[in-house]
């Protein structure tokens, strides 16, 4: 596995006022942006994985957390994620100690209005979001795609290509799309 071992990302980060914990192991180089009013935080302990030989799942892309507008990520301590996309315009929550697999996708907007009419006019306002939750020890499978408005529970496993949206208990297994559960 190739890793990479400079400290241009981490002076990027500081420089973009991205928040990170100890230990933060990054492969490849992750696209990590806040916009003006918004945060990102990353706890301690933490892998990205990020370049084409890091997960060998094979990532369609390097890992991006953008939180744009006043939208707010946080990902807890010792979470790995493998070439996903994390995209907040308003707050998604990541637990520790979880597995976001390869290509994965958490929104927590639509990015576009869902009324063709508001989308001609271009009206962001009408842009809808919600939060995003997710507990404690979630294992989220490779493409899976969590929507805006999503809660998992501590223990949740999401299958692999799964598209989540709902909320999900403590220690649920879901799969599926739409994805539901199918084993406690």
């Known amino acids: 596995m190739l890793k990479f071992n ?3 990302p981490r002076i990027f980060y500081k420089l973009n006022r991205v928040k990170y914990g100890k230990k933060l192991v990054l492969h490849g180089w992750p696209f990590v942006f806040r916009f003006s009013a ?3 935080e ?3 302990g933490c892998t990205i994985n990020s370049g084409f030989f890091s997960n060998l799942l094979g990532l369609y892309h390097r890992t991006i957390v953008v939180a744009r507008g006043n939208g707010r990520i946080k990902i ?3 979470t790995g994620i493998s070439g996903a996309t994390i995209y907040a315009w308003e707050d998604i929550q ?3 100690n979880c597995i976001i697999g390869a290509n994965v996708k958490i929104f927590d907007t639509d990015f ?4 063709a009419e ?3 006019r271009g009206n962001r306002d009408a842009v809808k979001t919600r939060p995003v939750k997710i507990g404690n020890n979630v294992f989220i499978g490779v493409n899976s795609i969590i929507l805006k408005g999503t809660e998992l529970g501590n223990n949740c496993v999401v299958g692999a290509g799964s598209v989540v949206s709902g909320k999900f208990n403590d220690g649920e297994i879901i799969a599926g799309n739409p994805a539901r559960v199918i084993a406690e």
């Open 112 to 115: 576009h209005p869902v009324d």
């Open 6 to 8: 400079s400290y241009l």
């Open 38 to 40: 918004a945060a990102i």
């Open 94 to 96: 990541i637990g520790n």
């Open 118 to 120: 508001e989308r001609l």
């Open 76 to 78: 807890g301590d010792n």
């Open 42 to 44: 990353i706890g301690s």
